[in-house]
């Protein structure tokens, strides 16, 4: 028997993004966000929904423009805090040491020790209630070559990228591969009888 758990945002899992924008006066800031993915294939493109009230908000609208981090375990300590403080008030990149590098394909930072990072120029809009889903154009995605796999695509076992679960507000890294896409479900195929 399952249970009804009522409407909650509970999509297993969510990314651990960190959005990066300028500030007005070209300062850098950054903000974890989870409610995100890939929308399109062809523009490639992917939506990031944020509040209004968040300072990476009137970023974007201004600037049209910002870049997707991608968060790894070994920056989780940095991550979480780019998503309880403001950068009203501080600048989160040097209260933790990390720093910035400019994208040279959009009008927005990039953390230059994550190993991947999403330059995004702003395509569309959609105010949907509390949140504005902001789709981005991706027009660059850089990567370390660390990360790197089959050709020449960042691999996850070798990235590690850390999702989160919503409403229990926990953190956790990628398992194992458990197969190839579009190939184990093919022993399912109707065989055709002649």
Avoid at 77 to 102: C, H, M, P, Q
Avoid at 140 to 164: C, R, T, Y
Wanted: proline share 5%; aromatic share 8%; net charge neutral.
């Amino acid at each position: 028997m399952k249970k009804s758990l009522g409407a909650t945002p509970l999509v297993y899992p969510t990314p651990v993004w960190v959005i990066a924008t300028y500030n007005q006066g070209n300062s850098v800031n950054v903000m974890t966000a989870a409610w995100g993915g890939i929308c399109c294939s062809k523009p490639p493109c992917l939506a990031v929904s944020l509040r209004e009230a968040t300072y990476t908000h009137g970023n974007i609208m201004r600037n049209k423009a910002f870049t997707v981090n991608i968060a790894t375990r070994e920056f989780i300590t940095e991550v979480d805090y780019f998503g309880i403080s403001t950068g009203r008030n501080t600048d989160k990149l040097a209260d933790t040491g990390l720093t910035s590098e400019s994208s040279k394909e959009v009008n927005a930072p990039m953390i230059k020790e994550f190993p991947l990072n999403i330059e995004c120029r702003l395509k569309d809009v959609v105010e949907i209630g509390l949140h504005t889903q902001f789709i981005g154009e991706i027009i660059d995605v850089k990567a370390m070559e660390s990360i790197l796999g089959e050709q020449d695509v960042p691999d996850v076992d070798l990235l590690n990228p850390v999702v989160f679960s919503p409403v229990v507000r926990k953190y956790h890294v990628l398992g194992e591969t458990i197969g190839r896409a579009f190939d184990i479900g093919k022993k399912f195929r109707h065989k055709k009888t002649a």
